[in-house]
């Protein structure tokens, strides 16, 4: 069955340092989502994308958070300046229409020194 | 945004059948009950989601109330990979918003 990929599982990083999160959505996939999980915490979305502009986003998606799809296939999230507080797992998803179930990755675990 | 109420947590012994409920009676008439769990150190997985009907699929059955105001999940045999938080969502596709909202959701524990 395909499946949402993230890379990497765990990164850690200097608070202040950009990172980028990466994702493979479902290939034949047409929205695309980040949400994230700080630990112990309840699942927040943070933001969708589809036909390559951003369709919705949460009040945590601030200025320093982007997103963009590089290619065909990959979905990326970008934090410019991280701070402590971006410590979480983060979760892309996709489907294929907006109204259809999201398939989830994984996660990339962030750590922020 | 339309809330649900859920147990925070629910035990079931193996093999046995559970029902999870759910309490949304605020729901819209375009909102989809959507359900979806997450395993420890996983993402979330979709399990089912219906809107007026009772649906049923390979993994869960999902029983609407006929008000709408409720919905139960039933798992027919628990097994013990079943263990996870389950999450009761309204989806408000019907308004053109994608995003799912998630809650605390219901903590099942699978006994041997």
């Known amino acids: 069955e395909p499946e949402v990929t993230q890379t990497p599982s765990h990164q850690v990083t200097q608070m202040g340092q950009e990172v980028i999160l990466r994702c493979v959505p479902i290939?034949?996939?047409?929205?695309f989502y980040w949400y994230r999980q700080i630990l112990g915490q309840k699942v927040e979305f943070l933001v969708s994308?589809?036909?390559?502009?951003?369709?919705?986003k949460s009040e945590i998606f601030d200025d320093q958070f982007s997103v963009e799809r590089p290619d065909g296939s990959n979905f990326t999230l970008k934090i410019r300046s991280t701070k402590l507080e971006d410590s979480a797992m983060y979760f892309c998803?996709?489907?294929?229409?907006?109204?259809?179930?999201?398939?989830f990755g994984d996660g990339t675990r962030l750590s922020i020194l | 945004d339309a809330k649900t109420t859920q147990p925070n947590s629910m035990e079931s012994n193996e093999e046995e059948p559970v029902h999870l409920p759910c309490n949304h009676s605020t729901i819209s008439g375009t909102d989809y009950i959507h359900w979806y769990r997450q395993l420890p150190s996983q993402g979330p997985e979709y399990v089912i989601h219906g809107l007026t009907s009772n649906v049923n699929n390979r993994m869960a059955s999902l029983a609407i109330a006929e008000d709408r105001k409720s919905s139960t999940l039933i798992l027919h045999r628990a097994t013990l990979r079943d263990a996870a938080v389950y999450y009761c969502i309204l989806e408000g596709s019907g308004a053109g918003s994608y995003q799912l909202t998630f809650g605390k959701g219901t903590k099942l524990s699978v006994i041997p």
């Open positions: 290939s034949n996939h047409l929205y």
């Open positions: 998803a996709s489907s294929g229409f907006g109204n259809q179930p999201q398939h």
């Open positions: 994308f589809y036909n390559n502009e951003i369709s919705e």
